[in-house]
């Protein structure tokens, strides 16, 4: 299931355990919550993460591997 509502499952600021399901073109990590894509740089598929959400999109996030 993808996420077709107005608003973000996520937000700015907020702390998400997420698995990094793919690679996008330009190399970050690919995670989704609740079907919403946050783009994570410096992952690898299958790397199981906690990640803080840095900007929101209409359709998209990108975010950084918390520590």
């Given at each position: ?19 990094i399901e793919d690679i ?33 999109m209409d359709k998209f996030a990108f975010g950084?591997?918390?520590?």
């Amino acid at each position: 299931m993808y996420y077709r509502d107005e608003s973000a499952p996520v937000q700015s600021g907020e702390r998400y355990d997420v698995k990094i399901e793919d690679i996008a073109s330009k190399g970050d990590g690919i995670a989704r919550v609740s079907g919403f894509v946050i783009f994570v740089p410096e992952t690898s598929v299958g790397d199981e993460v906690t990640v803080e959400v840095t900007k929101v999109m209409d359709k998209f996030a990108f975010g950084e591997k918390s520590q």
